[in-house]
């Protein structure tokens, strides 16, 4: 019911910035919070960033102090923005939406971006 659509993935050198984007459309009323996940090959699906409807925001402790979601409402769009950018950082960026109806929580998912951080 709730469509996610990333953009922003690219390449970028180390030290680099890029900025992700999701755009959320559907049934967007109900949901809760926002953020971005991302999976690195051979690793698990974590967590980078969310962001409720209040505006209270969470970060993994990597990208803390690098990295900082926002979003905009009136666009139905959560950004990213990923400063001093390192190879660590390179995996496929999903965006997420938590979304309460009925008293059940249910996620979505976009497809991902990729985000690959080389010289």
């Known amino acids: 019911q709730v469509q996610l659509v990333e953009s922003g993935g690219g390449l970028v050198q180390p030290g680099g910035s890029l900025r992700l984007s999701c755009a959320a459309s559907?049934?967007?009323?109900?949901?809760?919070?926002m953020g971005w996940y991302r999976q690195a090959p051979g690793k698990q699906r974590d967590l980078v960033a969310t962001?409720?409807?209040?505006?209270?925001?969470n970060y993994a402790e990597p990208v803390k102090g690098r990295f900082a979601i926002s979003r905009d409402n009136g666009k139905n769009t959560v950004y990213l923005q990923m400063n001093s950018l390192t190879p660590e950082d390179t995996a496929v960026y999903y965006c997420?939406?938590?979304?309460?109806?009925?008293?059940?929580?249910?996620?979505?998912w976009g497809l991902g971006t990729q985000v690959t951080v080389s010289s």
């Open positions: 997420n939406a938590n979304d309460r109806s009925d008293g059940r929580w249910t996620n979505y």
């Open positions: 962001i409720t409807i209040s505006g209270s925001t």
């Open positions: 559907g049934s967007i009323f109900s949901i809760y919070s």
